[in-house]
């Protein structure tokens, strides 16, 4: 239930973002050097945070009398949704200060570890690990903005009706796009506990490695973005050759990884578990190849962002959400662990053919 929660504060946390820890980074980068628009970048996007983590607040009281099992658990773990308000992560890497950032971030879980030491010694004690981890990044936040405001000379600036209104229908898309990702990570998870397959540990072992994989990603991500917003406002034949190849370079590398993965994989079930899983081998080594996909995913997204191409985000993840819960249906109904393994690596592939089509789009037209 404490894992339950700790998703259902994700999911909730994504909401509250509403797509500005991807529209941040780029208005971030565009107005680096003009205070007075900075100031609204950064005070409009914690304001439309905070009004719709209050209207989450709102909800929250509100189902509060039907004292279901799992509302205590979620309660609890509202600061990590409270955390998203004020995450500062678009603006410090749109300034190109991400160490900053995640000096922060290591200073406030080694506290909140070392509090979770202290304070938690029971199993009835479990909920308020949430709590611990949400306050913490909560008070490590509040000190990075500080910081912000101080470094480039914030000046308080009431949100502007024209801007709300326009990030508010832009970031409907990106903020559709999230949740999708975070939906088509555990649609097969949600699907398998349901049928009682003997493969959902298995597969949850794999899926928790090739998280990592991803994590690499999105840090490569990250470093690109702001350099990509201010190559593409320059020379935007200079971004489409820097993409091209960068995207190339990156999955060649991944491919050598997904290579080692494929032959080390009893060896990295092993460590991770502890036993021999000859399911949880078979399924890593198809789903070792899906970082490789992912890296060409990382350029489409990127390209797609900087062209204000939102909407398009919007009907791929609409439409990759279906195709999860689809693809899941099969696999569960199979339960053959090579179908439930390329699960993922299926769901990266149509992704990538999506993202193809949308970006030779206008080629297309054209013709």
């Not at 100031?39 to 945070?49: D, E, H, K, P």
């Not at 306050?135 to 801007?163: D, H, M, Q, T």
């Not at 508010?168 to 990106?174: A, G, Q, R, V």
């Not at 997904?258 to 032959?263: A, E, Y």
Request: net charge positive; hydrophobic share 55%; glycine share 4%.
């Amino acid at each position: 239930m404490v894992m339950f929660a700790s998703r259902f504060s994700m999911l909730a946390g994504t909401v509250v973002n509403y797509g500005t820890s991807q529209s941040g980074v780029k208005d971030t980068a565009l107005n680096l050097n003009d205070s007075n628009k900075l100031s609204l970048v950064f005070f409009n996007t914690l304001f439309i945070r905070a009004v719709i983590f209050v209207l989450f607040a709102a909800l929250l009281l509100a189902f509060s009398p039907i004292r279901a099992s799992s509302y205590y658990y979620i309660a609890i773990a509202s600061p990590m949704v409270l955390a998203e308000v004020v995450n500062p992560l678009c603006f410090y890497i749109g300034i190109e200060r991400i160490k900053v950032f995640n000096v922060s971030n290591m200073v406030a879980n080694f506290f909140a570890v070392a509090a979770i030491f202290i304070f938690i010694h029971k199993p009835q004690d479990a909920p308020w690990v949430n709590f611990i981890l949400g306050l913490a990044n909560v008070i490590s936040y509040i000190g990075l903005c500080i910081y912000f405001i101080s470094r480039f000379k914030l000046k308080l600036k009431l949100p502007l009706k024209a801007e709300i209104l326009k990030t508010s229908k832009d970031n409907f898309y990106l903020t559709i796009n999230n949740i999708s990702a975070i939906v088509q990570q555990s649609i097969i998870i949600f699907a398998l506990e349901w049928s009682g397959s003997e493969l959902l540990g298995a597969y949850a072992l794999c899926d928790r490695f090739i998280s990592q994989c991803r994590n690499v990603l999105n840090i490569i991500s990250n470093a690109v973005y702001p350099n990509a917003v201010n190559l593409y406002k320059q020379h935007r034949e200079a971004w489409a050759a820097y993409r091209k190849k960068s995207r190339r370079l990156f999955a060649g590398l991944f491919l050598i990884g997904s290579l080692l993965i494929f032959v080390l994989a009893d060896v990295i079930i092993y460590v991770l578990s502890k036993k021999h899983d000859p399911d949880a081998v078979v399924m890593l080594r198809i789903m070792g190849f899906v970082p490789v996909i992912s890296a060409f995913n990382v350029y489409g997204v990127l390209d797609m962002l900087l062209k204000n191409r939102n909407v398009y985000l919007f009907r791929v993840a609409v439409a990759l959400i279906f195709t999860g819960v689809l693809v899941a249906a099969v696999s569960v109904c199979v339960n053959n662990r090579l179908l439930v393994g390329a699960f993922t690596i299926i769901i990266e592939a149509c992704a990538f053919c999506m993202y193809e089509y949308v970006l030779r789009k206008p080629m297309l037209d054209n013709a």
